[in-house]
């Protein structure tokens, strides 16, 4: 058994060391967050935060995860941080078809949790693994500045 902290959660996890956590954390524990994009890491659709850093699950194995916190959308979701960035992001229509948002959404936690006040270049380098087909990235970069500024103190 592979035990990890999964949303604030203690779990344990059946799975070979070698499968990717993308592939448990949709089939054994439901997380519908995490997207299968490209299985390369190079969309960020399957990003979630390990060990308080950004990470691709599809480039993840659960050996790796032993003793280790990881966080999905669905546990973020219940952050007041997430409240702030869901209002930033509804506030300038920063999402369309929605499919890359959870890992956008994950990766603006992790770009305000290192720097609470980022320039608009910090911002994009730290959405930069995060592919987007729909906003162009400007409605997302801007999202994350103003969630900056209205969360002021939660970072």
Not at 8 to 34: C, H, I, M, P, Y
Not at 107 to 135: M, V
């Amino acid at each position: 058994m592979i035990k990890f902290i999964l949303n604030g959660q203690e779990v344990a996890s059946a799975a070979k060391a070698n499968e990717r956590l993308l592939d448990v954390l949709r089939s054994e524990f439901r997380l519908t967050s995490v997207k299968c994009g490209c299985k390369e890491g190079e969309c960020g659709a399957c990003s979630v935060i390990l060990d308080g850093r950004l990470a691709n699950s599809c480039m993840v194995a659960m050996g790796h995860v032993a003793g280790s916190h990881v966080m999905t959308l669905e546990g973020y979701r219940e952050t007041k941080r997430f409240a702030v960035l869901e209002e930033a992001y509804a506030s300038v229509s920063a999402v369309q078809c929605g499919f890359c948002i959870p890992g956008m959404i994950l990766a603006s936690e992790c770009i305000l949790a290192k720097n609470p006040n980022p320039s608009e270049d910090e911002i994009r380098t730290g959405i930069s693994g995060n592919l987007c087909r729909c906003t162009g990235y400007t409605a997302i970069v801007k999202a994350i500045g103003i969630a900056a500024k209205e969360g002021k103190g939660l970072w």
